[in-house]
């Protein structure tokens, strides 16, 4: 499918050093972005699906880098149908897991952990919930898996790898298991902050510094924060990404985006959820952050966004999180909510108004038009000026 996206007000990249690009129009085909910037009538007659912005904000696609996805589109954490789906009304495009902990009743021995990671990988890799990109299975790191068996994994897909919920004595013994981990160029992931499921310790900055992951979950806790002397040493002393999450101490993710741009290591702070948990199924949470962050914090609005897209995208090697030729054709409008008082979606973010999401669009397929189910309506129509296909992609009602 050939879809534009046309008379758009601003553009904003999910590049933080570029946040802007210039232009009205994008064009994917085939499930990759095409063009960004302006396009003429004949550019346009060869699309398949024309949706007209009326002036709304186009963004990246927003990618929650902490979902804890079971299998399938379900949450037994809340024993709810649908959430990935419902994400995606709040303008998430990808998902990725941090790890199958919720699976009830879930393994913990060396074959168990690998097999629960591999089938949560396959239950995903057709299946994408409300257009959503899902990246799933992440193995649980437990005492007794042998070097051999990254290996094995590595080969039937598997590319995450969780510390923090295994049996280990004490954190420092995730060391070895993380290495082979990294040597196999997986990513490996670390949780942050007191324990959140009985049996599991607590870890804190000086743990993160010895195992030196790629990335520091939940850094502002999860839900509870470390001891706030940890925050300026992972900044400082160490290069791990610092992903905040919304169901974590908002307290400390304010903080901690001063001390990042303070020290020039803004690409290594990421926005997710930590969602769903006991905090809740949060479909609006990574929009949440961000006006957290551009309301509270003195945050440009559009490098809050780079942090919940363009930022997740580098640290995790995807294809997406930025508008730009080449880049996955994953793509949200936004508007300011209709009553409020302001009049564009970056000034409401500013004023610390969640955004009106008036189209989604994945892989180059439009999933809704016209209205999200989660948010406000806008101020201006997004609506379908084109199609050749026989769809309206409307979004369903509240």
């Given amino acids: 499918m050939k879809t534009a996206i046309v008379n758009l007000k601003t553009i904003v990249s999910g590049d933080w050093r ?13 499930g990759l972005i095409k ?14 699906v024309v949706i007209d912005a009326d002036g709304a904000v186009a963004i990246p696609g927003l990618i929650d880098s902490h979902v804890h996805i079971t299998f399938g589109d379900y949450t037994p954490r809340q024993k709810t149908v649908g959430f990935l789906e419902s994400y995606s009304h709040g303008g998430v495009t990808t998902a990725i897991t941090a790890s199958e902990v919720h699976v009830p009743g879930r393994p913990k021995d060396p074959e168990g952990v690998k097999a629960l990671a591999v089938a949560a990988f396959k239950c995903f890799e057709n299946y994408r919930p409300g257009g959503m990109r899902v990246h799933a299975g992440s193995i649980i790191l437990e005492p007794g898996l042998k070097e051999s068996d990254f290996d094995e994994l590595v080969a039937k897909g598997v590319w995450l790898a969780k510390a923090g919920f295994g049996a280990f004595k004490t954190p420092y013994d995730y060391k070895e298991t993380i290495g082979w981990a990294k040597s196999r160029g997986m990513i490996t992931t670390v949780h942050t902050g007191g324990s959140s499921i009985p049996g599991s310790s607590g870890i804190w900055a ?82 949440y952050t961000i006006t957290h962050l551009a309301s509270l914090a003195d945050m440009p609005p559009e490098m809050a966004i780079a942090a919940a897209t363009g ?39 500013a ?14 397929v439009p999933r809704f038009v016209g ?24 979004g369903a009602a509240h």
């Fill in 18 to 30: 570029k946040p802007f690009v210039s232009g009205d129009t994008i064009v994917c085909d085939g």
């Fill in 35 to 48: 063009h960004v910037g302006t396009a003429d009538a004949a550019m346009l007659d060869d699309c398949d």
């Fill in 206 to 287: 000086e743990h993160i510094l010895a195992l030196d992951p790629q990335v520091s979950f939940h850094v502002n806790g999860g839900p509870v924060a470390m001891p706030d002397e940890g925050f300026p040493r992972l900044v400082n002393e160490s290069n791990v990404a610092l992903q905040v999450c919304t169901a974590g101490n908002l307290r400390t993710t304010l903080w901690l985006s001063r001390l990042v741009r303070e020290a020039d290591a803004f690409d290594r702070f990421l926005i997710a959820t930590d969602t769903p948990t006991g905090s809740g199924i949060m479909p609006l949470g990574m929009m």
């Fill in 311 to 349: 930022n997740n995208a580098k640290v995790y090697k995807l294809n997406s999180g930025f508008i730009a030729p080449g880049r996955d054709a994953d793509i949200v409008a936004i508007d300011a909510c209709s009553g409020g008082s302001k009049h564009d979606a970056l000034s409401a973010l």
């Fill in 351 to 364: 004023n610390g108004d969640v955004a009106a999401v008036g189209a989604v669009v994945t892989a180059g």
């Fill in 371 to 394: 209205r999200s189910r989660n948010t406000p309506e806008g101020m201006r129509r997004v609506r379908i000026a084109k199609s050749n296909v026989m769809q309206d992609f409307s």
